[in-house]
């Protein structure tokens, strides 16, 4: 008998229910809301906030505040709860990055495969991936984020249930990029929009668990004009050799590192359609960025997939999307945004 499937909820929180995929659960963080300002006597967009509410939201995440967001705890998912589909295909498309002038490791090569540690390579990825922070049901949560290459120069990519989870959209959404040890080297950067895949969104289905927020400006500066932007790529296949980042915040991890892990990915088994990744990665993982063609010298890459769940019987194995032709469009919807 298939073990139940786990997913992630902020500690002492209720048991929440969810449609995601049978046997499997979530291994992550929530986040999120949206900033938009919307017309008068228009109704707002799913996903969005207005700037007062930004600026909220700014105020909100003292360093306590974000010290003290919960990790999240495993939950349990019935197969009756379940929905999935496979992911749509489409044709092979990269984005390259925009981070030039990442300075080289002075590391060295990095051991590969790695199944979880401190991520000592430095490189653009150390600035463009970041920890995520949102309210939940009137709870503090984190998950994490990466900053891409966009039209907009403002688009984080993330998990779907780090922007909306039980049909509500998360508020107070920031985006930190190179946080570490309670540091905010590049400052901390408000949601003007968060959105997810249609079928995130409509039903939960964790074949479709992307998310991306379109943060605004900070100090009169666009995101990636600050920290850059990494590469993309969808409908490029599966079994390749990735790297998947984060920053899990339950036991043995606590949220202040940057953590990694590495290795040839292989297609999951069992009920998704995702990569799967021998990793070791805990709660408030969520929604870090996996990626093809990684340098190690450079910490560049292109973003495949983000951190998912994890079934509750191989707790080793962290699992991601496929970033299909949903995915590219949730990408063009929050670029042009």
Same mark, same amino acid.
């Given at each position: 008998?298939?073990?139940?499937?786990?997913?992630?909820?902020?500690?002492?929180?209720?048991?929440?229910?969810?449609?995601?995929?049978?046997?499997?659960?979530?291994?992550?963080?929530?986040? =999120? %809301?949206?900033?938009?300002? %919307?017309?008068?006597?228009?109704?707002?967009?799913?996903?969005?906030?207005?700037?007062?509410?930004?600026?909220?939201?700014?105020?909100?995440?003292?360093?306590?505040?974000?010290?003290?967001?919960?990790?999240?705890?495993?939950?349990?998912?019935?197969?009756?709860?379940?929905?999935?589909?496979?992911?749509?295909?489409?044709?092979?498309?990269?984005?390259?990055?925009?981070?030039?002038?990442?300075?080289?490791? =002075?590391?060295?090569?990095?051991?590969?495969?790695?199944?979880?540690?401190?991520?000592?390579?430095?490189?653009?990825?150390?600035?463009?991936?970041?920890?995520?922070?949102?309210?939940?049901?009137?709870?503090?949560?984190?998950?994490?984020?990466?900053?891409?290459?966009?039209?907009?120069?403002?688009?984080?990519?993330?998990?779907?249930?780090?922007? @909306?989870?039980?049909?509500?959209?998360?508020?107070?959404?920031?985006?930190?990029?190179?946080?570490?040890?309670?540091?905010?080297?590049?400052?901390?950067?408000?949601?003007?929009?968060?959105?997810?895949?249609?079928?995130? %969104?409509?039903?939960?289905?964790?074949?479709?668990?992307?998310? =991306?927020?379109?943060?605004?400006?900070?100090?009169?500066? @666009?995101?990636?004009?600050?920290?850059?932007?990494?590469?993309?790529?969808?409908?490029?296949?599966?079994? @390749?050799?990735?790297?998947?980042?984060?920053?899990?915040?339950?036991?043995?991890?606590?949220?202040? @590192?940057?953590?990694?892990?590495?290795?040839?990915?292989?297609?999951?088994?069992?009920?998704?359609?995702?990569?799967?990744?021998?990793?070791?990665?805990?709660?408030?993982?969520?929604?870090?960025?996996?990626?093809?063609?990684?340098?190690?010298?450079?910490?560049?890459?292109?973003?495949?997939?983000?951190?998912?769940?994890?079934?509750?019987?191989?707790?080793?194995?962290?699992?991601?999307?496929?970033?299909?032709?949903?995915?590219?469009?949730?990408?063009?919807?929050?670029?042009?945004?």
């Amino acid at each position: 008998m298939i073990g139940r499937p786990r997913r992630l909820r902020p500690s002492g929180g209720t048991r929440v229910r969810h449609t995601v995929l049978g046997a499997l659960a979530g291994i992550a963080a929530l986040l =999120a %809301t949206g900033v938009t300002a %919307t017309p008068a006597g228009a109704a707002p967009e799913p996903g969005a906030v207005t700037p007062s509410a930004r600026e909220r939201a700014l105020a909100f995440w003292t360093p306590q505040r974000m010290r003290e967001a919960t990790p999240l705890d495993v939950l349990s998912v019935d197969r009756s709860d379940v929905r999935t589909s496979a992911p749509r295909t489409g044709r092979e498309t990269v984005v390259a990055p925009s981070a030039p002038g990442a300075p080289a490791s =002075a590391v060295g090569p990095l051991a590969f495969p790695h199944g979880g540690g401190p991520w000592s390579g430095g490189g653009a990825v150390s600035r463009t991936a970041g920890r995520v922070f949102f309210t939940y049901q009137g709870r503090t949560a984190s998950c994490s984020g990466n900053a891409v290459t966009s039209a907009n120069k403002s688009t984080v990519m993330t998990a779907g249930h780090c922007v @909306k989870l039980e049909g509500a959209w998360h508020t107070n959404w920031v985006f930190v990029p190179g946080y570490h040890d309670g540091q905010r080297p590049y400052g901390t950067w408000t949601a003007s929009r968060t959105l997810s895949t249609p079928q995130w %969104t409509a039903s939960e289905d964790i074949n479709y668990d992307i998310g =991306a927020a379109v943060v605004a400006p900070l100090d009169g500066k @666009k995101l990636t004009d600050v920290v850059g932007g990494q590469g993309l790529a969808f409908n490029t296949g599966y079994n @390749k050799a990735m790297y998947s980042f984060g920053f899990p915040a339950a036991a043995p991890y606590d949220g202040e @590192k940057f953590i990694y892990c590495s290795g040839t990915t292989f297609r999951d088994f069992l009920l998704s359609s995702d990569h799967g990744l021998t990793c070791d990665m805990t709660g408030g993982s969520s929604g870090g960025p996996w990626f093809t063609r990684f340098d190690e010298a450079t910490g560049t890459g292109l973003q495949s997939s983000v951190n998912s769940f994890k079934y509750n019987f191989l707790p080793n194995a962290m699992y991601g999307p496929y970033f299909g032709a949903d995915a590219q469009n949730l990408y063009q919807s929050a670029q042009s945004s």
